[in-house]
């Protein structure tokens, strides 16, 4: 970016399939959510270079029929299908070849909406017949994010009992995984000493045979007063093979049930570890939240460690918060002109910053970065306030400036090596003082 224009941030990664949309053709489809969208960018259910983990989150505990469309991993112009069926996720390849999708060859839809389409109102059994389930519930990424309800609802207060709740069930969850993974240690000692075991057995049992043939031989050549103790040695022997192999059976038993048990830990295990995936997230979401709304990291840190976990409020804790930033009044400037923000700016350290309307009708940050002054379009959209999509999430300018006092503005261009640090007016106070 030229310190003389003022192009927006572009995201740091734009899948090529990611084209951005217009602000009419979003506020359109969130007006008319059941409109036949044009491409594949406008579709509710596509979720472009979303992570597997991404997905895992937004469909856990999801009813059957419920789905969404992502770029496949592996190979460009390509998706996977994530759908829920049976509690699980089922993940089917959408490939392409000749202008043409499907599950399988022969390709036979003209566009991915057109698949969804069609398994939208027919079963996926038609593809797979343990997947008798239709398209039924997409996951919108147009909706506002439920993890909390809508943003506007929100305040510090609920976000931190909600974080300490979080943390919570993550030590709940880490305690029960500990317990099961030493059973499942413990178990699978058993399994091997009983595998072990039958092999002794075996052993055990070669060697009576061995003597059972030693004792038919000799008996086929013994002499008449000898032959009788030799038919009560071989009775002896089947007897002992015979409680060998009993007792043989019982182990057997034993080892099957010991074996379905060790699975079952182990898919208790997976099943943990994927919970407290999902929730860990959430924390960091949270996490994320209450810095972009001034709570101080100090706060935080201490809650993260497992102190402060009766708090009610984190300004109970008394640390200071960053009221600079959260004061509208030090960084938005109205009116203020291209000109005058320069004017302003030129000589501050990096990171002194400030909002100003643009002059295209939406609202521009103008920041220092490296001793230049750099300036940037941040657009209102219905989604939210943002640099670029699929960015423009942050419900007011001032969540937006709390976001990137603590985030690198490299997040979406590699040149602005700086955090929206100091607030101009803040800063010109500073140096009044001085």
């Not at 670029?388 to 985030?407: C, F, G, R, W």
Request: charged share 25%; with cysteine; hydrophobic share 35%.
């Amino acid at each position: 970016m030229s310190p003389t224009g003022a192009p927006a941030l572009p995201p740091r990664k734009l899948s090529q399939t990611n084209r951005p949309q217009s602000v009419q053709s979003i506020a359109t489809r969130l007006k008319n959510p059941s409109l036949e969208p044009s491409c594949i960018e406008e579709a509710e259910w596509y979720w472009g270079d979303i992570t597997r983990d991404d997905v895992q989150e937004k469909l856990a505990d999801k009813p059957d029929g419920t789905f969404l469309v992502r770029n496949a991993s592996n190979k460009a112009g390509e998706y996977t299908l994530t759908l829920r069926k049976g509690g699980t996720n089922k993940l089917i390849k959408i490939y392409h070849k000749n202008e043409k999708f499907g599950f399988s060859e022969p390709y036979n839809f003209s566009s991915v909406i057109d698949l969804v389409n069609h398994y939208r109102k027919v079963s996926l059994s038609q593809y797979n017949a343990t997947l008798d389930v239709k398209l039924l519930y997409p996951v919108s990424r147009f909706q506002q994010d439920e993890e909390f309800g809508t943003w506007k609802s929100l305040n510090v207060d609920v976000v931190w009992m909600r974080l300490i709740e979080l943390l919570k069930d993550i030590l709940k969850k880490s305690i029960s995984y500990e317990k099961l993974s030493k059973e499942f240690q413990t178990a699978m000692v058993d399994i091997s000493s009983m595998r072990m075991g039958l092999q002794q057995y075996q052993e055990v049992n070669r060697m009576f045979e061995d003597q059972l043939r030693v004792h038919d031989k000799f008996l086929n050549e013994a002499e008449r007063h000898e032959s009788d103790n030799l038919v009560k040695n071989i009775e002896i022997v089947k007897r002992r093979i015979k409680l060998l192999l009993d007792s043989k059976a019982v182990l057997e038993e034993k080892l099957v049930t010991q074996v379905d048990y060790s699975q079952t830990l182990e898919r208790q295990m997976y099943q943990l570890k994927q919970e407290g995936a999902v929730v860990t997230r959430k924390k960091d979401k949270s996490v994320r939240w209450l810095l972009n709304h001034g709570v101080a990291y100090e706060a935080i840190h201490r809650v993260l460690n497992g102190t402060d976990w009766n708090t009610c409020k984190p300004e109970d804790i008394q640390l200071p918060q960053n009221l600079s930033h959260l004061d509208e009044g030090t960084w938005l400037l109205q009116p203020c002109s291209r000109v005058d923000a320069e004017r302003l700016l030129n000589g501050r350290r990096n990171g002194t910053f400030l909002i100003r309307p643009s002059r295209t009708g939406q609202s521009a940050l103008s920041i220092v970065c490296n001793g230049v002054v750099n300036h940037c379009i941040v657009y209102s959209t219905p989604k939210g306030f943002g640099f670029a999509e699929p960015y423009n999430i942050y419900s007011s300018l001032k969540d937006l400036v709390m976001h990137y006092s603590q985030t690198s503005l490299e997040e979406h261009n590699d040149s602005l090596t700086t955090t929206l640090a100091y607030p101009v007016i803040a800063e010109n106070d500073k140096k009044l003082n001085e």
